[in-house]
């Protein structure tokens, strides 16, 4: 069973940072994608972020065009944890924040792609 736990989140005023964990447990694949989503009140869950895993050393990552330059996602093998380290936030950067993971290399901004998620973690920026 997998298990997704997020952490990280905050308030933080405008051009500042936060950097977001999920940890996972009962991820048995050797190829899978996880992911961050976020979804902010009378909103769809928009795809942020998607970091490829194929075996234990190849990986490729993904970034909305809304976030690219001022996130970095990454992952700690050893502690089973994914990051998304966020800089230069924006108001409209606030949001609830989900982790996310599926099966499989591909890494769809799709929701519905993916079958676990986590409880989330807000993140709120202030002007």
């Known amino acids: 069973q997998v298990q997704l736990v997020e952490s990280g989140g905050g308030s933080v005023q405008a051009g500042g940072s936060l950097r977001l964990s999920c940890a996972a447990s009962g991820v048995t694949y050797s190829t899978y994608c996880m992911g961050w989503f976020r979804q902010a009140p009378g909103k769809r869950r928009e795809w942020v972020s998607g970091?490829?895993?194929?075996?234990?050393?190849?990986?490729?990552?993904y970034y909305a065009d809304s976030v690219k330059g001022r996130f970095t996602i990454s992952k700690d093998n050893a502690k089973n944890t994914l990051y998304l380290q966020m800089n230069s936030l924006k108001p409209e950067d606030t949001a609830m924040y989900l982790c996310?993971?599926?099966?499989?290399?591909?890494?769809?901004?799709?929701?519905?792609?993916?079958?676990?998620w986590g409880q989330g973690t807000q993140v709120t920026v202030s002007s």
């Open positions: 996310a993971a599926k099966e499989g290399s591909y890494c769809p901004s799709s929701p519905s792609a993916y079958m676990y």
């Open positions: 970091r490829s895993t194929y075996g234990s050393t190849t990986y490729a990552t």
